[in-house]
Every structure is written in C-alpha cells, then in structure tokens.
C-alpha cells in the first residue's frame, strides 16, 4: 500500500512562492495518477492539478493556470507542486493523492490514497 507524506507548506507573502512536496513509500508513485487538491476556509475541496501515470499530461485548474506547475522526481519517488505567485486565495490545507488505474481525474472520490495534508497561508 502507497503511502504519501507531505511537506513543504507554511505561511508566505502574496507573490511569494512554495513547493510543496508529496512523497511516497511502500509503491512506486510513477504507477499512479497524483492529483493535488485544496481545500480553504468556507469552500468545498477543489481539484488544483493532476500529473498522469508515467510520463503522460498534466492539468490545471483554471485559478492556478500559469502559476503552479506539478512534477514528478521518479529517483525521490516523490511529486511536486510549485506554486508562484502566490494570492491570499491560494489559502488552503493542500492534499496529494494517487490513482491507481493511473490516468487523472477531478473527481476526488476516486483517489484512494492521501497525505496529510499541507497548510499554505498566503497572507501579509
């Protein structure tokens, strides 16, 4: 069973920038789909991006478009989310999580496994 750890968040100022890191044991993440989701005080948690299986396409929500780029490091065995450009509405708990079948969705109810979640607070 994959496991996912994440690190990488904390508090920066508006137009800063953060990596968020999710790293994975017990499985090799280049097998899965990992998608990376938020969720901000008051609103429902929104897909960010997604990396397919491999070296397949990547996607973007459209609020981060232009500024978050997710990647993957196969000798860390770990997926990253470099955010630029950060606004106060980047405020979120951030989630990693992978897709078996290996191919990205928006629809959080498929990813099977989850890191703890990453605190980003984008604040002056």
């Known amino acids: 069973q994959v496991q996912l750890v994440e690190s990488g968040g904390g508090l920066v100022q508006p137009g800063g920038s953060l990596r968020l890191s999710c790293a994975a044991s017990?499985?090799?993440?280049?097998?899965?789909?990992v998608g990376w989701f938020r969720q901000a005080p008051g609103k429902e948690r929104e897909g960010v991006s997604c990396?397919?299986?491999?070296?397949?396409?990547?996607y973007y929500a459209d609020s981060v478009k232009g500024r978050f780029t997710i990647s993957r490091d196969n000798a860390k065995n770990t997926v990253y989310l470099q955010m630029n450009s950060l606004k106060p509405e980047d405020t979120a708990v951030y989630y990693c999580?992978?897709?078996?079948?290996?191919?990205?969705?928006?629809?959080?109810?498929?990813?099977?496994?989850w890191g703890q979640g990453a605190l980003v607070t984008v604040s002056s």
């Open positions: 999580a992978t897709l078996r079948v290996g191919w990205c969705s928006w629809d959080s109810r498929l990813f099977e496994v």
């Open positions: 017990g499985d090799t993440l280049d097998y899965y789909a």
């Open positions: 990396l397919n299986r491999r070296a397949g396409a990547t």
